[in-house]
C-alpha cells in the first residue's frame, strides 16, 4: 500500500524534526530546509509531496556570465558521480539541484542521504562553478572592493585570479582525475 501525501509528509517532518535541521512548511505538503555550508554559506531544498513521491529542489548558482560550455561540462560530469539529484538549468540559465524519491523509499534515512548530497553537491562545487562562470566578474569585484579598501575576505579562494594564476586549469582537473578513479570512461 502506498504511504498517503499526509503520511509522508509526517514521514518527513519526523526526519527533519530528529536530525533537527531548519525548516518550514509553506504549504501542507512542502518544506524547505536550509542547509548550512562552508562556501555556499545556506542551501535552501524545497521537498514538495506529490501522490507518488517526492520531489527534491534546490538553487545552487544564477547563470554564468560567461564560459557556458566550462560550467555545463563540470556539471554534466558531475552528475555521473552524484546521488539522488542531478543538476539542471531552468529556462534562464540558472543552476539547480533536482531529484525525486518514490513514496515508498521516503524514509528518514534515505531523507538524509539526499540532503547530504544536496549540501555536498552545492556547497562543494559552489567555489568551482563561480571560478569557472564568473571569473570577470570577481576580477572586477576584487578591484573594486580594493579601491575602495574594503574586505576582500569571501574573495580569498579566488585570489589566484587576480594574482597572475588565473589559468589554472583545475576547475576542470579535479573532476578528470576523479572519474578516471571511478573507472568510467570521460
Not at 579562494?157 to 582537473?173: A, I, K, M, N, T
Request: aromatic letters at 8%; charged letters at 30%; a negative charge.
Amino acid at each position: 500500500m502506498t504511504a498517503t501525501i499526509t503520511e509522508t509528509a509526517a514521514t518527513i517532518e519526523a526526519a527533519l524534526t530528529e536530525r533537527e535541521l531548519d525548516f518550514s512548511r509553506p504549504a501542507a505538503h512542502q518544506f524547505v530546509v536550509e542547509l548550512p555550508g562552508e562556501h555556499k554559506l545556506k542551501t535552501s531544498c524545497l521537498l514538495t509531496v506529490g501522490n507518488h513521491g517526492v520531489r527534491v529542489e534546490a538553487f545552487v548558482c544564477r547563470k554564468p556570465d560567461e564560459n557556458f560550455e566550462g560550467v555545463y561540462k563540470y556539471l554534466l560530469r558531475r552528475n555521473r558521480r552524484i546521488y539522488g539529484v542531478h543538476y539542471t538549468i531552468d529556462k534562464i540559465g540558472d543552476i539547480y539541484l533536482v531529484g525525486r524519491i518514490s513514496t515508498h523509499a521516503v524514509t528518514g534515512d534515505e531523507l538524509d542521504r539526499v540532503l547530504g548530497q544536496v549540501l555536498e553537491a552545492a556547497d562543494g562545487d559552489f567555489n568551482v562553478l563561480l571560478e569557472l562562470g564568473f571569473a570577470s566578474s570577481i576580477r572586477r569585484e576584487w578591484d573594486w572592493r580594493v579601491s575602495r579598501g574594503e574586505s576582500l575576505k569571501n574573495l580569498e579562494p579566488f585570489r589566484h585570479l587576480v594574482e597572475g594564476d588565473g589559468d589554472r586549469p583545475w576547475p576542470l582537473d579535479a573532476p578528470q582525475a576523479a572519474d578516471s578513479a571511478d573507472g568510467l570512461p570521460d
